[in-house]
Nanobody, 125 residues
């Protein structure tokens, strides 16, 4: 069983950077693929990036700007967000699923085992 906690959100100007963290507590973290999602007001939740033991994957709208990484010893997944745009404003959530692969194109299918509470990211001047 895992518990997930996001942090690192905040207010940033366009073009700025933030690093989000998803810290897990529990066991068998290494076996889980971790996804970052976001949900903006009035919009559906969308998959941003994911990381498993085998690969990483990101949505086209963040490629070249966001980087996902993990430190299994710290049971933490990071989302480094650069060149932020106002349209990146959303609540960002991490989710865990027990499988050795990830594919952001199927993120909306569901089946996640655990979710965090989210962290707000606001990009505004």
């Amino acid at each position: 069983q895992l518990q997930l906690a996001e942090s690192g959100g905040g207010l940033v100007q366009p073009g700025g950077s933030l690093r989000l963290s998803c810290v897990a507590s529990g066991s068998a973290f290494n076996y889980y693929a971790i996804y970052w999602f976001r949900q903006a007001p009035g919009k559906e939740r969308e998959g941003v990036s994911c990381i498993s033991s085998a690969r990483t994957d990101s949505a086209d709208f963040v490629k070249g700007r966001f980087t996902i990484s993990r430190n299994n010893a710290k049971m933490t997944v990071y989302l480094q967000m650069n060149s932020l745009k106002p349209e990146d404003t959303a609540i960002y959530y991490c989710a865990a699923v027990n499988r050795p692969w990830c594919d952001i194109s199927t993120a909306g299918v569901g089946g996640y085992d655990y979710w965090g509470q989210g962290t707000q990211v606001t990009v505004s001047s």
